[in-house]
């Protein structure tokens, strides 16, 4: 089975400074998903970023990019120029992708870390 | 594109009673997935629906069950509440299809569901 981790319950960051989040986690499989997803306190989870294990190239989506370490199982998300409306609880996601199992949609998430951005 | 909704979004039982929850997924999305989401065991898959099949379950007790309806609009059923079942329900939709084939998914608001 795989498992997410998050090693920060918390993180802190003044306004327009960057911010790295870090999140390792454990598989056997080749072929997977890995996600970033934002869940303010509306409660809406969404979808940040997000990187296909056989890429090798890191996801970037504007300020948000990932350090995508396949071989250390590491996949951490470097928010720049940080803004208030990033104050959030990010969680890491896995997904299976591989022909032949069973897992389909399954997101394994890990604990999650609260950020909080100081103005 | 309406997105993903949830009903009812907050509800009160008493232990022992049973509730039902609903999702409707995005128009064209065949997937539904069905998350519970405490502090203590952060987010927990249940299970994932496909074309009115169930396709992959969690850890979780029989009491929890589900079902997907033709136009892919998906209910879970808790019976016999505990307080343990006291949590935000989470459901995401996509549009499934061959596991190997990427396709985003999106959450829905959830259900605060509070057992007293």
């Known amino acids: 089975a795989q498992t997410v981790t998050q090693s920060q319950p918390e993180m802190s960051v003044q306004e327009a400074e960057t911010v790295t989040l870090s999140c390792t986690y454990d598989?056997?499989?080749?072929?997977?998903?890995l996600f970033w997803y934002k869940q303010p306190p509306s409660r809406q989870m969404i979808l940040v970023i997000r990187q296909e294990a056989y890429k090798q190239q890191n996801a970037t989506e504007n300020r948000f990019s990932v350090n995508f370490q396949k071989a250390a199982k590491s996949f951490s998300l470097k928010i720049s120029d940080s803004q208030l409306g990033d104050a959030a609880m990010y969680f890491c996601?896995?997904?299976?992708?591989?022909?032949?199992?069973?897992?389909?949609?399954?997101?394994?998430f890990g604990q999650g870390t609260i950020l909080t951005v100081h103005p | 594109k309406a997105g993903v909704t949830q009903t009812p979004r907050y509800l009160i039982k008493t232990r022992g009673q049973q509730v039902t929850l609903s999702c409707s997924p995005i128009?064209?999305?065949?997937?539904v997935s069905w998350y519970q989401q405490t502090p203590g065991q952060g987010l927990q898959f249940l299970f994932e629906?496909?074309?009115?099949?169930?396709?992959n379950k969690g850890n979780f007790p029989g009491r929890f069950s589900g079902r997907q309806f033709s136009n892919s609009r998906s209910e879970m059923n808790v019976s016999t509440l505990e307080l343990g079942d006291s949590a935000l329900y989470l459901c995401?939709?996509?549009?499934?299809?061959?596991?190997?084939?990427?396709?985003?998914?999106?959450f829905g608001p959830g259900t605060r569901l509070t057992v007293l």
């Open positions: 629906y496909f074309s009115e099949t169930q396709r």
């Open positions: 128009s064209g999305h065949r997937s």
């Open positions: 996601a896995y997904r299976s992708a591989g022909a032949g199992g069973t897992s389909y949609g399954k997101l394994t």
């Open positions: 995401a939709s996509y549009r499934g299809g061959g596991q190997s084939s990427y396709n985003e998914q999106f």
């Open positions: 598989t056997s499989e080749s072929d997977y998903y």
